[in-house]
């Protein structure tokens, strides 16, 4: 072993704590020092082995320490390296452009790729102010998630104070922008204007089209919208939203932007847009595409003009060749290994075994759940869905049990429960016994 490594490695829990003051986290839950992975289970400092439901942030697709990307990341930095300035062409960048637009609905077939999720959110954003002249604003959905830096946080629940007070993005209050107009989200399960929950779709279209003619001054520049809402709380958008929104794009003259940074892959189809057979304009990747290393994508459809080389998209690492050999050997490895499929199956186990807690457990009140991208909402009571905020209670005592679970950003009654894409049906059985289990602690 490297010495370098020995050392690092060798790191004790009293060796972090001398480190801890030198280091600054901007968010996240307060976790556990992770030290070694494999596959679905993780395991700390101290020993401790987790299976972990968050796949790092939605992220490793293929578990941890993959053998395969492991071995294709050496032979790839012996023969090219990591780095590469954008503006000169590879092989692997031209093989994974032709990849992705064969897998993407099929009036999408031009890529670019940069460096993190957030700014392919501000890439498609790019697009959409390119493509409808006189633009300005953007429509995005209550609760949303489409990042944090100064121009996604302001489209993000993290500005608002829907949480009650307001997040730290306050501080930054004075430098965010005013691109966003926020209209309501299709949350169907807690739609109480009439007993119909399908009117639901209808006032949130209505809504929309409301903030169209008459909330925004000028011509709006897209929607942008997650097709299964994640922070926002693992909320599916019903296809007959979908398919209003996109007629409201094209009567408008505006994008339709999905944000698929939580669904590539995760929900048993290489696209949301492919399951809900609704084309937007423009879609963008990040999290798991690179297999765990930083990328992300946006793919645009045949009528829209792309970028120019003319600097309107350029960024150190959004040519990094590391990254793409990955996101094209984790498609390989989807592919041979039917890992779509086994995603759509080991979904449907955990949700309909959630589900069957719901009477020893009546305060599980929704269990929503597409491939492995579910979500559970906690209530105090069923009838009345009044939301119980034992979400990091939940979370927590699963933690000492080894499950890592996530919660749903500002929403502290609603977990999710989205493991790698390799998860086995055994192992489902056994992410069930400890839900069970922190369950009877956190609520008996």
């Known amino acids: 072993m490297d010495k370098l490594l020995e050392k690092v490695y060798s790191m004790t829990p009293e060796d972090t704590e001398r480190c ?15 030290c070694t992975g494999k596959g679905i289970r993780v395991t700390d400092i101290n020993h401790k082995t987790y299976i972990d439901c968050t796949s790092q942030s939605w992220a490793l697709y293929l578990g941890y320490a993959n053998e395969e990307i492991r071995e294709i990341v050496y032979e790839h930095m012996g023969h090219l390296g990591a780095h590469i300035h954008q503006g000169f062409n590879t092989q692997v960048r031209y093989a994974l452009a032709e990849k992705l637009t064969s897998i993407a609905p099929k009036d999408l077939n031009r890529v670019s790729f940069t460096a993190s999720s957030g700014l392919g959110i501000e890439a498609a954003m790019k697009i959409a102010l390119k493509n409808v002249p006189g633009s300005r604003k953007f429509i995005v959905l209550d609760d949303a998630y489409h990042g944090n830096s100064l121009t996604t946080a302001a489209a993000s629940w993290t ?9 730290g993005v306050k501080t930054f209050a004075n430098g965010l922008n005013d691109l966003f107009i926020r209209v309501p989200n299709p949350y169907l399960y807690h739609w109480t204007k009439t007993e119909n929950p399908e009117d639901c779709i209808d006032y949130c279209l209505d809504a929309m089209k409301n903030a169209l003619q008459r909330e925004v001054c000028g011509q709006v520049a897209g929607i942008i919208l997650e097709p299964i809402q994640a922070s926002g709380g693992q909320i599916p958008l019903p296809k007959r939203y979908l398919e209003g929104v996109r007629k409201l794009a094209d009567e408008f003259g505006c994008l339709l932007i999905y944000d698929e940074i939580q669904t590539y892959c995760r929900i ?59 996101a094209l050997k984790q498609l390989e490895i989807i592919e041979r290994d039917h890992l779509l499929e086994n995603t759509k199956k080991v979904g449907k186990i955990l949700g309909d075994g959630i589900k069957g807690m719901m009477k020893e457990f009546p305060e599980i009140g929704d269990v929503r759940q597409v491939g492995l991208h579910i979500g559970v909402e906690m209530v ?65």
């Open 20 to 34: 801890k003051p030198h280091l600054m986290i901007g968010g996240g839950h307060p976790g556990p020092t992770l």
């Open 268 to 326: 048993g189809e290489y696209f949301a847009a492919i399951h809900y057979d609704v084309e937007p304009d423009v879609i963008c990747l990040g999290k798991a595409l690179g297999a765990g290393f930083p990328m992300a994508a946006i793919i645009i459809h045949d009528r829209l003009e792309g970028f120019s080389m003319n600097a309107e998209e350029l960024h150190t690492f959004a040519n990094n060749s590391v990254s793409q050999i990955c």
């Open 380 to 444: 105090k009571d069923p009838v009345t869905k009044e939301p119980l905020l034992a979400a990091d209670t939940i979370r927590a005592r699963a933690m000492e049990n080894g499950l890592i679970l996530g919660t749903a950003g500002f929403r502290k009654n609603i977990l999710k429960v989205k493991p790698p894409l390799i998860t086995t049906p055994e192992d489902a059985a056994e992410i069930l016994d400890k839900w069970e289990t922190a369950l009877k602690l956190a609520l008996r």
């Open 159 to 167: 500005s608002t104070k829907a949480k009650g007070d307001f997040t």
